[in-house]
């Protein structure tokens, strides 16, 4: 069974960073691609960014790129959401996501789900 396990959310103010963990329990998590999707509060879920299996390539929705960052590290199995510059738009339940491609969007492109971790930000 994979499993996947969203860690790191909180409250934090508009300007601030948070760092965003999501373990991944299964076998060859190298081969597989790892994307973020965030629901925000009446709102649809939304693909935020996607990581390669290897880490060699990403690609961002536009509403984060150049604040966020996607990385993975394979040795333990997990992927992580470096986001900086935080906005109170921002605020949303992150969820990490793995797909046998290397999907740019679409949920229904990514197989397996993790439960989500609440990132609000407000003065």
């Known amino acids: 069974q994979v499993q996947l396990v969203e860690s790191g959310g909180g409250l934090v103010q508009p300007g601030d960073s948070l760092r965003l963990s999501c373990a991944v329990s299964?076998?060859?998590?190298?081969?597989?691609?790892m994307g973020w999707f965030r629901q925000a509060a009446g709102k649809e879920r939304e693909f935020v960014a996607v990581?390669?299996?290897?880490?060699?390539?990403?690609y961002y929705a536009d509403s984060v790129k150049g604040r966020f960052t996607i990385s993975r590290d394979n040795a333990k199995n997990t992927v992580y959401l470096q986001m900086n510059s935080l906005k109170p738009e921002d605020t949303a339940v992150y969820y990490c996501?793995?797909?046998?491609?290397?999907?740019?969007?679409?949920?229904?492109?990514?197989?397996?789900w993790g439960q989500g971790t609440q990132v609000t930000v407000s003065s």
């Open positions: 996501a793995s797909s046998r491609w290397y999907p740019k969007s679409g949920e229904s492109n990514y197989d397996y």
């Open positions: 299964g076998r060859a998590f190298s081969r597989v691609a």
């Open positions: 990581i390669s299996g290897g880490g060699g390539n990403t």
